[in-house]
């Protein structure tokens, strides 16, 4: 049976998020080289792997901020309409509002936080639901101030983003993500711009969402961190996931050398 | 000269009419130029780089001229009898052409002062494009453009003056023709400079309080 038809919304097991074959070269300069990956509901995903191994990459084709050159995915089931890159041209969205649409189930935190800085962070949380999910106004300021109070900023939601440290702009940015309820959360590098001793407000966020049974994939340099919240872990070596499995089992006994390797120079 | 106090202030109302025309225009045609030039499109980027060239590289005098003599026979050969173009429209053609060039440039540079991150944020909880502009990029621009675009206005102001040429009636018209009649040349002149200095220093205070209107509270620039 073809992997799109195991998908079809309705059957038993819909993937959250399934991508096959994915390729992206950025030039001529291949970055993922045939990625296939599949994050079931509930599943919370580590993707390790050092720079330049593609992580990144992955996460940001995941929701289309960059356009993958091959490759299928599907969201929730959907698969999306996505154009083959030939002969130099790259490749191209075929349905704008499918991509809009799905993009808005599928949350990023990103490494730099990427907060509106003409916006409260109330503002900042409560855009999404107000001008994509169409709630009325009142009803997507609940939604915010929400979600702001449980990252812990509620006190702070008036505040503009520079007026707070960058542990606290990043769990408004979690928050900002969370208040369009999406099916999977995707975090890319969500600690790395932060200084040692704000990563663990925000660690602490992720992980509560992570027992909340939330949909998630998190790449990161913090392996101990990864470790503990994620139930899969899927490392990354020259644009390819070189090992995959139960995250105890990717920690614990790394079948291939190179990982051994990894874990054993960052870990 | 004391009948000249009215004709000074049809002039200034002029003056302000043609500056407030041509600045609402060029604004929204240098919105257009900039949004071309960055646009993804050969074509539209190609014709906004021609444009901003050619506009920016050649006298304002002479675009007015060439827009006066260049509209009249334009308009002469389409209709096929001799009709002059107003001097009105003609300026605010030119200066709506001229405005337009140098505010594409300001614009640009203000949309690309924006990090690449504030469109990805946007779009990654599925904002349309036109959304994302709105709400996201028009507001951080207009921060950054304002010093520069008032300054752009303040010079708009002025070159007004040179619509005179063909014949308009604004302040440098009044000055320059009561100068000749009165032989009081001096007098005239420097009655249009105060005129001249007054809806300059006005525009400045304007812009100054616009920009402490629309800072973000507490935000270092």
């Known amino acids: ?267 | 000269m004391n009948g000249f106090a009215i004709q000074f202030l049809h002039g200034l109302c002029m003056t302000v009419l043609v500056a407030a025309i041509s600045g609402v225009l060029g604004t929204a045609v240098g919105l257009a130029g900039a949004a071309s030039k960055l646009s993804a499109y050969r074509i539209p980027m190609w014709l906004a780089e021609v444009y901003t060239t050619v506009i920016r590289g050649v006298p304002e005098l002479l675009v007015i001229l060439l827009i006066y003599f260049g509209g009249t026979a334009a308009i002469t050969f389409a209709i096929g009898r001799y009709v002059e173009i107003s001097a009105l429209s003609a300026g605010v053609i030119a200066l709506t052409v001229i405005f337009g060039a140098y505010s594409t440039e300001i614009f640009r540079g203000a949309i690309l002062s924006i990090p690449r991150g504030q469109w990805e944020a946007a779009s990654s909880i599925g904002l349309k494009s036109w959304q994302i502009w709105l709400l996201v990029i028009l507001p951080q621009m207009v921060r950054v453009a304002l010093p520069a675009f008032c300054n752009l206005w303040i010079s708009l102001l002025k070159d007004t003056a040179l619509i005179s040429v063909v014949g308009l009636t604004d302040i440098m018209r009044v000055a320059f023709v009561g100068a000749g009649s009165m032989r009081a040349p001096l007098t005239f002149y420097l009655a249009a400079s105060a005129l001249y200095l007054l809806l300059t220093s006005v525009s400045l205070l304007a812009f100054r309080r616009l920009e402490q209107h629309i800072a973000v509270p507490g935000q270092l620039r």
């Open chain 1, 1 to 267: 049976m073809a992997p799109s038809d195991l998908d079809r919304p309705g059957c038993d097991d819909v993937a959250a998020l399934r991508v096959e074959g994915l390729e992206k070269s950025f030039g001529n300069y291949p970055v993922l080289r045939g990625v296939t990956l599949t994050a079931h509901r509930h599943e919370v995903i580590g993707i390790l792997g050092s720079s330049g191994s593609g992580k990144s990459t992955l996460l940001r084709c995941l929701n289309l901020l960059e356009l993958p050159n091959r490759g299928r995915m599907w969201v929730l089931g959907e698969r999306l309409k996505l154009r083959e890159a030939v002969n130099g041209r790259g490749g191209a969205i075929l349905d704008r509002r499918q991509i809009q649409r799905v993009r808005a189930s599928l949350g990023m935190v990103f490494q730099s936080f990427n907060l509106w800085p003409h916006r409260t962070i109330l503002e900042n949380v409560a855009e999404g639901p107000t001008h994509v999910l169409r709630q009325s106004r009142r009803e997507a300021i609940g939604v915010a101030e929400q979600y702001l109070a449980q990252v812990g900023l509620a006190d702070r939601r008036h505040h503009y983003p520079h007026q707070l440290s960058g542990g606290q702009q990043q769990r408004a940015g979690i928050a900002r993500a969370l208040a369009m309820e999406p099916a999977v959360l995707l975090f890319d590098e969500p600690t790395s711009a932060l200084d040692p001793e704000l990563t663990g407000e925000v660690l602490k966020v992720i992980r509560s969402l992570a027992e909340e049974g939330r949909t998630m994939l998190l790449v990161t340099h913090e392996l101990a961190f990864a470790r503990e919240v994620s139930t899969r872990a899927a490392f990354m070596h020259d644009g390819k996931i070189e090992e995959e499995g139960p995250s105890r089992q990717l920690f614990l006994e790394p079948a291939s050398e190179r990982l051994r390797r990894f874990l054993q120079s960052h870990y």
